[in-house]
């Protein structure tokens, strides 16, 4: 598809004419088309109703009278310019007056150009093409600025989900290091995404907790072996020492930019803290934790006493569910507990199908 002066267009160009006089209306029909044959050209002789089909149709190039009945063509382009859509097609506003002050009046309101009857064919047809190559080239800088902004999110993402990776397979170090493995961190994201969406959470927030939960205690990279890996009991010292594990994931998690890793950073230091305030690192009691840590300490002790460790074997679904509800309100958020518990069979499929 081309214009006459030979530029590109994929989809023919919409144009609109708006005119009382039919002659005129024909006029600029016929300069239209000498500028690109299949233009799709569409004429109105009230400007009013040309305004009802322009604020549903995209256009790119609109010719308007200025004297005209009911409104006039100044009406008309502030009316056409104050739809979101139409903020940027070139206007031409064209009058029989060759009047500076009604020149100045429609440029003012947002018309590009300005003719006067009677018409210069040649001139008229060299301003509509010109204003039409313009508004070819508008179209494919946004289109380019759309594709750039695709691609930079796009990659936003990689990087962010790469990150992500990398920190789960951290997370998995300090698992494994911790006898865990780690089917029980993918237990833990889907444990809190159910109760998530059990609570009522948006979607865009259960698939960020869904993510963010199995980082709960990335920090125990940093705890030694000897105290992390003990058979016995810890010394008050040692116990001093592993506590640390959540200020220390806070550090590694906090500063991101992302919701994933804000979250991420929530949970790692506030899932030890317990709903009577008797946790740690900061003895904050109810409803001062945040509802994502609230939410992992409900589903890290369903996780613990259902999974077999070397020190145990695994508890029923029952029997968790007894000991859970004896220690809501002290350790957990009692609301959460019953939420969580109402699910039975949901958490039996999670248990069963990662282990």
């Known amino acids: 598809m081309k214009t006459v002066n030979g530029g590109n267009w994929k989809i023919p160009p919409t144009i609109m004419i708006v005119d009382d006089q039919a002659t005129n209306c024909h006029l600029l029909a016929e300069i239209s088309r000498s500028i690109c044959q299949q233009a799709n050209i569409t004429s109105f002789e009230d400007p009013v109703v040309a305004l009802t089909y322009a604020n549903n149709h995209a256009v790119d190039l609109i010719l308007t009278d200025y004297r005209m009945p009911r409104m006039n063509g100044v009406m008309l382009i502030k009316a056409l310019r104050s739809m979101d859509h139409l903020a940027e097609p070139p206007i031409i506003c064209i009058t029989a007056v060759d009047d500076l002050a009604v020149r100045y009046e429609a440029l003012d309101a947002g018309a590009n150009d300005y003719l006067s009857h009677p018409l210069d064919y040649r001139e008229c047809a060299a301003r509509c093409r010109n204003l039409l190559n313009l508004r070819r080239f508008q179209l494919a800088t946004l289109r380019h600025a759309d594709e750039l902004e695709r691609r930079v999110e796009q990659v936003i993402q990689d990087l962010q989900k790469e990150k992500m990776e990398t920190l789960f397979r951290l997370a998995k170090v300090a698992e494994q290091r911790d006898t865990d493995t780690g089917a029980h961190l993918s237990r833990i994201g889907r444990y809190s995404a159910l109760l998530s969406r059990r609570l009522g959470c948006s979607e865009a927030y259960t698939a960020v907790l869904e993510m963010a939960a199995p980082l709960h205690d990335i920090g125990k990279v940093a705890i030694p072996d000897q105290i992390l890996l003990a058979k016995r009991s810890l010394t008050p010292d040692e116990w001093t020492v592993m506590k640390t594990h959540t200020v220390i994931g806070h550090g590694m998690l906090s500063g991101g930019h992302t919701e994933h890793m804000k979250v991420a950073a929530e949970i790692a230091r506030s899932h030890h803290e317990k709903f009577d305030g008797s946790g740690y690192p900061d003895g904050l009691s109810g409803q001062d934790i945040p509802l994502s840590a609230r939410i992992l300490a409900v589903v ?56």
């Open 300 to 355: 890290d002790v369903y996780d613990a006493l259902t999974s077999r460790r070397p020190y145990k074997e695994a508890w029923t679904h029952e029997k968790a569910q007894h000991y859970m509800r004896q220690q809501a309100g002290m350790h957990m958020d009692p609301e959460l507990v019953n939420v969580f518990l109402a699910d039975l069979p949901g958490l039996a499929a999670i248990s069963e199908n990662f282990v």
